[in-house]
Structures are given as structure tokens and as C-alpha cells.
């Protein structure tokens, strides 16, 4: 929801970033000036800033970069990771004053510009960041040029007033309107139906190595419009919002299951999985957002460290087998979060399909995690030989 915008000037305008709580910082605008507002949350990745602000998970969110100098390599026309920007607005410490790489097409500051994404600069990003480390993420909203002016007690007013995150369906806004489609790159397996809740390039890209045409489809598409596609399998891609929002898109994914679909879903995917499996999910005082998080994987008791973009959880036990809740076998906890004990993946004993919490596509994260799009394309080729065999 951000407003309409000036070009900015040789000086800096004032911006100020509110809080819910109250607390203000005063800084200088960064990027398209005017007023944004949304859920205030931090990354600490320190390389990867524009794969950051256009992966659709942070649809609704106001991004602060931890790393302090950011803009320093500019952007290109090849590391977007969808087709926008998609944040609500962005906080940096000190924007880099000039742009140096060979790959750069243009600086950070005027890609927000154009795509109208209102920011701050030149405020203690390692202050708000602990704020929010110490009472969970906060809506906020940034104001600056014009805005800045407006009176402080309207400022807060404006930001107590907006949506909270929890409740939010957000897939609509980051979806695809109509289906497209990857090919296979190399031998082909077959059609892989992509539900869209926020999809990113790379995820894309990393599924048509694996020898599947990707057909990416709308998040409105219905069980019957995933058959027309003849899959051999089905994933859900991570997207923004509260999981127990997206109750149809658990009930698809029912009918995915119950068609004995094999099933590989990340992030919001991971969490609508759980929901379907008849597990809870719960949001997480300020969530996981970076390319540093150590995560066990218990199959092989590797620990991995692993991009993460995500403000909500699934409620299950961490340890042993456990029965789905909704009649789908045996499940187990498949990895962990060492930092602090969250359900990082899912995995089915009884029917094919697993989940992860977190990024394996590795933008602009670590590449541990990439043997993810290996493992299910493993399952796939499995299922289908066990069918053929009948």
C-alpha cells in the first residue's frame, strides 16, 4: 500500500520509520518517497539483497537488512527472482553511494524508485533489530518526503490500524494469472504441476534440471485443472501469509494426497502440507529470515546451512513417527532448526510426500540444500516404476 511518489533530490528528504510500539527512528528516504505500511521484519543476509526484495514471500512486508552497506553491486537483469519487486518497503543502514560490478545495469535506489517502493536510509538498523528480536515483529510504516510532516500521533494511528499479518491470505497477490510452462532440461520424467503461492525463479529453474516440464499454475486452479496437466507429481512453492488462512488450498492439497500424487513442497509449502497432514502451524515471534540458518537433516545427520524466509511454523513432535491426524499414515519430523528446535521438514512414511521449511533452490542463499530437488525427483521416478510394474 504505498502512495503515489517524487523523484528524490540531490538532498536527502526526511523519512521517519513508527512502530506499533510507538518507538520512532528518524532517517533520510531512500528510494520512491511517500508512505508505506506492513509488517516490519529483518534479514540478516549479507549478500543478495535483490533476490531478497523480489522473492513474493514478503509480499506485505516492510524488509530491514541487517548487513550495513547495502546497494554496493548495483542490480541486473538476471538475479530477479520474480517478475517485481515485491516488498513493502526496505531499511538499510548506509546505501552504497555508488555501484561497482561489471554485471550491473542500473543502482538499488532506482529500481525502488521505479517500482514505487517507498525506504529509509541512515537509521539504526541494529537498534530496530533488537526491538524486534525482543518483542517479536511489529507493524510499522515508513514516511518520508511529504509524509514525514504528518503528525506523529496520526503516524501511529495509521500504522496501529493496519492488518495484522496473522489471518492474511496473501497467494492472490503474488500468483500468476495464467499458466506457464518450463520445459524438461535433459531426460524427461514428465509434467510436474506447480501450485503458485509465491514461486520463485529459481525454485523454476532447479525443477526443469531435474528433467520435469514445469507447469506453474494459478493458486486458484482446482484439482481438476492439476489432472489436466497429467502430472506426475505436484509441488507447492513458498508464498506469503498466515497458512491457516489458505484452508483451500489444504483441501487441494487433500486431493493431491488422496489421489496418491507424489508431493514435494517448501516453505508455505511445508506448512499447508502440515496443515493437510492434520497438524497445526503457529506464527513465530519474528520468524527466519536469511541465508545462515543451521538446519539437521536426520537422515543422514548432515547439518546444513540453509536460506529461510518465513514467519510461521508447523506443530509437531520432534520425535519418532507420529499418525497424521487426518488419516495419511505414519509422518515424521524429517529436519530440525538447531537455533531453535523448529519443525524444519516433513516427511511421510506411507504415502509420497516430504516438505522443507526452508529455501533449497540456493537464491541468493548456500547451496547445501540444492540435493532436495535430487531427492524428489528420486521419489518420482520411484512412484512412477512401482505404478508400471502393476
Not at 524488509?63 to 541486473?76: D, E, K
Not at 486431493?255 to 511445508?270: M, R, S
Not at 499447508?272 to 515471534?285: E, V
Request: net charge negative.
Amino acid at each position: 500500500m504505498t502512495a503515489t511518489t517524487t523523484t528524490a533530490s540531490s538532498l536527502p528528504d526526511p523519512a521517519v520509520l513508527v512502530l506499533e510500539d510507538g518507538s520512532r527512528f528518524r532517517g533520510h528516504a531512500y528510494g520512491a518517497r511517500g508512505t508505506t505500511i506492513g509488517e516490519v521484519v529483518f534479514a540478516t543476509g549479507m549478500t543478495g539483497y535483490q533476490e531478497t526484495i523480489t522473492d513474493p514471500s514478503y509480499a506485505g512486508q516492510i524488509v530491514l537488512q541487517t548487513a550495513p552497506h547495502i546497494g554496493n553491486t548495483g542490480v541486473n537483469e538476471e538475479d530477479n527472482e520474480s517478475r517485481r519487486i515485491w516488498v513493502e518497503g526496505y531499511i538499510v543502514r548506509d546505501p552504497s553511494r555508488i555501484v561497482s560490478n561489471w554485471r550491473a545495469t542500473d543502482s538499488l535506489e532506482n529500481v525502488l524508485q521505479r517500482d514505487n517502493i517507498v525506504g529509509i536510509s541512515g537509521i539504526d538498523t541494529r537498534a530496530v533489530t533488537r526491538r524486534l528480536r525482543s518483542v517479536g515483529s511489529l507493524r510499522g510504516a515508513i514516511f518520508s518526503g511529504d509524509a514525514e510532516g504528518i503528525d506523529a500521533d496520526e503516524q501511529l494511528r495509521i500504522v496501529t490500524e493496519a492488518p495484522l499479518m496473522s489471518g492474511q491470505n496473501l497467494s492472490g497477490q503474488v500468483s500468476v494469472e495464467v499458466p506457464t510452462l518450463t520445459p524438461a532440461v535433459g531426460e524427461r520424467i514428465g509434467n510436474l504441476a506447480v501450485i503458485d503461492l509465491g514461486v520463485k525463479q529459481a525454485t523454476v529453474n532447479n525443477l526443469a534440471a531435474r528433467g520435469f516440464d514445469v507447469h506453474v499454475l494459478p493458486q486458484t486452479s482446482t484439482f481438476a485443472e492439476i489432472q489436466a496437466v497429467e502430472p506426475v507429481a505436484v509441488f507447492y512453492s513458498n508464498g506469503p501469509g498466515d497458512p491457516s488462512a489458505s484452508e483451500r488450498h489444504v483441501a487441494l492439497l487433500r486431493e493431491v494426497l488422496d489421489a496418491n500424487l507424489p508431493f514435494f513442497g517448501i516453505c508455505f509449502g511445508n506448512q499447508l502440507l502440515g496443515r493437510a497432514l492434520g497438524l497445526g502451524t503457529y506464527k513465530l515471534p519474528f520468524g527466519h529470515r536469511g541465508i545462515n540458518q543451521p538446519v539437521l537433516d536426520r537422515a543422514t545427520g548432515r547439518v546444513e546451512i540453509t536460506a529461510h524466509n518465513h514467519g510461521f511454523a508447523v506443530e509437531a513432535p520432534l520425535e519418532g513417527s507420529f499418525d497424521s491426524p487426518n488419516g495419511y499414515g505414519k509422518v515424521e519430523v524429517s529436519h530440525i532448526g538447531l537455533n531453535d528446535n523448529v519443525v524444519e521438514g516433513l516427511r511421510a512414511l506411507d504415502i509420497p510426500a516430504f516438505s522443507v521449511q526452508y529455501h533449497p533452490e540456493a537464491a541468493s542463499g548456500p547451496r547445501d540444500a540444492n540435493y532436495l530437488f535430487d531427492r524428489f525427483r528420486d521419489l518420482v521416478v520411484a512412484h512412477i516404476s512401482q505404478k508400471d510394474a502393476k
